[in-house]
Structures are given as structure tokens and as C-alpha cells.
């Protein structure tokens, strides 16, 4: 078996079985599409960062142990600015519209593997959401009730970008903390601050190991004292979630981070281009 095909597999492992329904195949005009705005937010701005194409016809056999009738399927992760408050949201609260017009409700809807406190904002969709390169997905909507952690619901969110299948994945998150607010954090013990970082899915080195010293070495971050620092150490490894934690050794704070390209690949084996994100604290952090 190729690292590559190791690498997907492990990916797919790491999941566990969510609710499943067939795909429903309906005119788009069948219902009308809800308005972004009319999301129940709780207060604190929801949107959908990203819709990720990252997978199309190619999940394996494996997958039908997550999802009954899934291999052959397509896998996209959906990243939400909020954390999302149930671990498997119903399937029929999502659905994806292609380029021709063909309105589809996923197969399933799961959370994991990233179901930490600290994690939470990425729904793996899974079920046939058209074709590269003649008819891909290009709408997400959530149209059924989708709880946030936290409180207020996602639904009527929706996204009119879908990124292609052949972009490689990059930051959508980034929050800073102070070592004692991850628990169970690997960082070392000199860490004065972790920036953990959340990508559009789920990501390994280019040989399909984890990320490791050349990942490091190839992140920049800024204070804001204008220094550019590499991380002493990445952290939250080996769980194939979409989370990386950068580990810091000072208390100035993290504004932005920066990764080369060719750092990281998808499931796919596509490389990620140069991605910057500014860095923030998190807003739902109890602190």
C-alpha cells in the first residue's frame, strides 16, 4: 500500500460511523434558499468559512464502516466560525447544490474526529456532490437546525464558494492560548503560548507521515513586537484531525501566522499553496 493510501485510510480510521440516509436529488428550485442573515447566532457572528471539495468518487471501501454505502463517495469538510454543539448533526440539515443546479442532501454528517473542547467547527459531509471537473459542488447551505456550543443554531448559513478539487488545503483558524487553557496539550514544558491553528481539512506531511521538523521550520509567526518566530515544537499530532498546534517559548502574542508551500497535503495528495492568517484570541474560550 503507497504512504498516500495509508495516509486516506488512516484519515477514515479515525472517524466513527454517523447517522446515514441516501442522497435526496431534487431541483435547486424545489425550496427556496434560506438568507445567510436569518442564522440564530447567539449573539456572536456565525458564518461558513469554507466548503472543501476534498474528495470526489474516491473514498474506499473502509469508509462504508463510518457511513453505510459510502465508498466511491465524496468527502467535504464544511468549517464554521462557531463550534458546532452536537457531535453528528442531522444529514437533512445540509445541502449542497452543484454547478448544473442539482440539489443534494448528504449521506452523513459527523464531527470527528475533531471533537475536542477547543475544536468543534468542521462537519465532514459525505455523499455524492457532483463531478470534477464537469459538474462540482458549488453551494452549501444549512437548512435545517444545526446547534452551536454555546448557544444559537447554524441554520440558514450558506456558502456560494466551494473550493476546487485540485486547491490544496489552508488556515481558516487560528487562536492563540496559554498552555494551561489545552489540556492534555503535548507541547513541551517551556511553552509560554500555543496558536492553535485549524485547516480547511485534515492534513499530513508530503511523505504521509505527520507533520514533523520541516513543517516547523517552514511556519513563521508574528508577535506584536514585529519579531518573526518559528515554533519551537507542533503539537495535537496523530489524531488525523485538522487541528495544529504551534508551540511558542514567549508570552509576546501571536498576530499572524505564515506557511510555506508544499507544507502539508490533503487526503487527495494535493499540496497546500502559501497560506496566511491573522491570530486572535478565541472567542469562546471560558477564561
Known amino acids: 500500500m503507497s504512504a498516500l493510501a495509508s495516509t486516506h485510510l488512516a484519515l477514515l480510521a479515525s472517524l466513527c460511523a454517523a447517522g446515514c440516509k441516501p442522497s435526496a436529488h431534487t431541483p435547486a428550485d424545489a425550496r427556496a434558499p434560506l438568507d445567510a442573515s436569518s442564522a440564530t447566532d447567539g449573539g456572536a457572528s456565525a458564518r461558513i468559512l469554507e466548503a472543501f471539495f476534498g474528495l470526489d468518487d474516491a473514498l474506499p471501501v473502509m469508509a462504508n464502516l463510518l457511513c453505510m454505502g459510502a465508498s466511491g463517495m465524496d468527502g467535504m469538510p464544511v468549517t464554521f466560525s462557531r463550534r458546532i454543539g452536537v457531535d453528528a448533526p442531522d444529514v437533512a440539515a445540509f445541502r449542497v447544490t452543484t454547478r448544473s443546479g442539482a440539489a443534494i442532501t448528504p449521506r452523513c454528517a459527523t464531527l470527528r474526529p475533531a471533537l475536542g473542547p477547543s475544536k468543534r467547527h468542521t462537519v465532514l459531509l459525505i455523499g455524492d456532490f457532483g463531478d470534477d471537473p464537469a459538474d462540482p459542488p458549488a453551494r452549501v447551505e444549512v437548512v435545517g437546525s444545526v446547534p452551536l456550543m454555546n448557544g444559537g443554531?447554524?441554520?440558514?448559513?450558506?456558502?456560494?464558494?466551494?473550493?476546487?478539487?485540485?486547491?490544496?488545503?489552508?488556515?481558516?483558524?487560528?487562536?492563540?492560548?496559554?498552555?494551561?487553557?489545552?489540556?492534555?496539550?503535548?507541547?513541551?514544558?517551556?511553552?509560554?503560548?500555543?496558536?492553535?491553528?485549524?485547516?480547511?481539512?485534515?492534513?499530513?506531511?508530503?511523505?504521509?507521515?505527520?507533520?514533523?521538523?520541516?513543517?516547523?521550520?517552514?511556519?513563521?509567526?508574528?508577535?506584536?513586537?514585529?519579531?518573526?518566530?518559528?515554533?519551537?515544537?507542533?503539537?495535537?499530532?496523530?489524531?488525523?484531525?485538522?487541528?495544529?498546534?504551534?508551540?511558542?517559548?514567549?508570552?509576546?502574542?501571536?498576530?499572524?501566522?505564515?506557511?510555506?508551500?508544499?507544507?502539508?497535503?490533503?487526503?487527495?495528495?494535493?499540496a497546500n499553496p502559501a497560506t496566511t492568517i491573522a491570530v486572535t484570541t478565541d472567542p469562546e474560550a471560558v477564561r
Open 153 to 270: 443554531d447554524a441554520q440558514g448559513l450558506s456558502i456560494d464558494r466551494v473550493t476546487p478539487l485540485s486547491r490544496g488545503p489552508e488556515l481558516r483558524i487560528a487562536y492563540r492560548y496559554a498552555p494551561t487553557e489545552l489540556a492534555g496539550t503535548s507541547c513541551p514544558a517551556t511553552t509560554r503560548q500555543i496558536v492553535q491553528v485549524t485547516w480547511a481539512g485534515g492534513v499530513r506531511a508530503s511523505t504521509g507521515a505527520e507533520l514533523g521538523d520541516e513543517a516547523r521550520t517552514r511556519t513563521r509567526i508574528t508577535l506584536s513586537t514585529g519579531t518573526i518566530v518559528t515554533p519551537i515544537a507542533l503539537a495535537d499530532l496523530g489524531d488525523n484531525d485538522n487541528y495544529t498546534q504551534l508551540c511558542l517559548d514567549t508570552d509576546d502574542p501571536a498576530e499572524s501566522v505564515s506557511i510555506e508551500a508544499g507544507v502539508a497535503i490533503d487526503p487527495r495528495g494535493d
